[in-house]
């Protein structure tokens, strides 16, 4: 029995990652792990029933809706978070909220203290001192983000933790963010939250739930953040010097495709500049490695080499070659375009 009641705890707690990356069009609403009055007096049984069941059942189905015979149909939620910027409003706020309260959900409870003996206790002491400044710069970032929104505890790109805000359904993943990561823990500060128990008064909501934090869920979150492979996409999405070459190259190289040469020959200079901006700027962590450095050198060395063979005007058939092998140098590097 005692064994059947840890796995049952576990699987509640565990899943968020799973339940995540799991999900692809059609969406559905996930099981919320625990009874409507679970968490009060923290938070009251009617808030929970209207947010989960009115709030987070809308979110889902005007996602559906809003995906429905368009090219994003085939992501999956974590995409869908990755490139927010290119998805309009309707997709960009539904799939918000519907991955934030899922995240929301498991990681609240009234039995789960913080424990500073886990890996993410000792990163949050490691990082802010203790887990009440913590909580302090949490309850800072919900009070000050005017209007709607979230506080988030993420993971960055260097995997160190970091706190932030952010407006409406946006979060740390999303392109449109100023501050990139995964995020492992966060606090709904939309009115809806709260108003039924706290009515204005969001500073008694945050100071009430900071108490009612499911520490093994966010443990769990961080753990699986730090091995993630979206905490690398988003460390290479974030790499300025290599979006610039890319946003150079794409613009020649798929006209080129065509037989457009003009780009090229308009942008060569340009692409050789980029591209030693990309050998002198900062190397992210993950992408530090020596097969990165000497595609890096290998994009400069093709780079001089077209441009050269742009000003004495070769023909059309010596610049495709030459921007196709530099186009395959730099996919060592970016790996497959999504378009």
Known sequence: ???????????????????LSAQNYPFELPKLPYAYNTLEPVIDAATMEIHYSKHHAAYVKNLNAALKESKYESYSLEELMLYAGELNAAIRNNGGGHYNHTMFW?????????????????????????????KMLLSKAG??????????????TDKKLAVCSSP??????MD???????PILGIDVWEHAY????????????????NAINWEAVNKNYQEALVSPLLKTIEKETWTELNNFHEV??????????GDLKPIRERSGEL??????????????????????????????????????VVKKADDKTITKSLSSLHDVFHTIQGLCRH
Do not use: C
């Open 195 to 210: 108003y039924l128990k706290y009515k204005n008064l969001r500073g008694d909501y945050l100071t009430a739930i900071m």
């Open 176 to 182: 449109v963010s100023p501050e990139r990561g995964i």
């Open 272 to 309: 050789l500049a980029k591209a030693k901006a990309l050998q002198s700027g900062k190397i992210p962590a993950s992408f530090n490695t020596p097969d990165i450095k000497k595609s890096i050198n290998d994009l400069v060395t093709g780079s001089v080499k077209l441009d050269q063979l």
């Open 106 to 134: 498991n990681i609240l409870s009234l039995t789960s203290p913080f424990n500073p003996q886990s890996e993410v206790g000792k990163a949050v002491v490691s990082t802010f001192g203790s887990p009440d400044t913590l």
């Open 249 to 258: 190259m794409a613009g020649t190289f798929h006209p080129s495709e065509n």
């Open 143 to 156: 009070a000050t983000r005017f209007g709607s929104g979230w506080a988030w505890l993420y993971v960055t």
């Open 168 to 173: 409406n359904q946006d979060n740390p993943i």
């Open 1 to 19: 029995m005692k064994n059947i009641i840890t796995f049952v705890i576990f699987a509640l707690i565990a899943g968020f990652s799973t339940i």
